[in-house]
């Protein structure tokens, strides 16, 4: 399993445990989803509210917005739900390297005015995810990007692949504050939400 694969796995045990009512008012596949196709801004202004990491947006010059929100951890690599990776990684995820876009910096207040217009939608509305999945986001290393590993030969992979990553490792050994709720468990934090 890629490291990737790892995150997102992890993510998506995020959404079981708390169930189709976090997911969004659009009823989102699942949590990566979520980020990826309309509440990257909530997830942002999560990570800075707890990191004080400067917000990062993929600005469209043809439109003349942002597209995408991430934040750029200390090790200058950009984090979103997808995982920590490198600008160029970011830049041709999102534009396919033709320059569409371009990595510009933003504030908590400029999203929150396109909020307010009604541009984007309301972060309130995942706010116990965000926090959720910003928790299993941070335990991601410093200095490792969630990138595919350089070419090697098959014995190589094969041993490699059989190995745990360093984010696989995080992951699994972040802790899981567990409550029993009825017949099924949630974290304590989404069950005050979903309790409200």
């Known amino acids: 399993m890629s490291e990737t694969d790892a995150l997102t796995a992890r993510l998506d045990q ?6 189709a009512d976090v997911l969004g008012p659009d009823g989102f596949a699942s949590v990566p989803d979520v980020y990826h196709y309309g509440y990257c801004h909530a997830l942002a202004l999560e990570l800075a509210a707890q990191t004080g990491w400067p917000i ?3 600005y469209t010059g043809k439109w003349g917005d942002m597209d995408h929100f991430l934040v750029r951890r200390p090790d200058g ?8 990776h490198t600008d160029e990684e970011v830049l041709q995820a999102w534009g396919d390297g033709t320059g569409y876009y371009e990595i ?6 400029r ?4 909020v307010a217009r009604g541009d984007a939608e309301d972060p ?6 965000s926090h959720a999945v910003a928790a299993v986001l941070l335990e991601l290393p410093q200095g490792e990007a969630c ?3 350089p070419a ?3 014995a190589a992979a094969l041993a490699a692949a059989a190995a745990p990553t360093a984010i696989e490792t995080a992951l699994s050994s972040a802790p899981t504050v567990v409550e029993e709720v009825g017949t099924s468990s949630r974290p304590r934090l989404l069950e005050h939400e979903l309790t409200r």
Do not use: F, N, W
């Open 56 to 58: 990062v947006g993929l």
């Open 14 to 19: 995020i959404g079981q445990i708390a169930g």
């Open 111 to 114: 999203i929150r005015a396109e």
């Open 77 to 84: 690599l950009l984090l979103d739900v997808h995982g920590a």
């Open 152 to 154: 090697r030969s098959p």
């Open 124 to 129: 309130a509305d995942v706010a116990a995810l």
């Open 147 to 149: 990138s595919p590993a």
């Open 104 to 109: 510009r910096s933003t504030t908590p207040e």
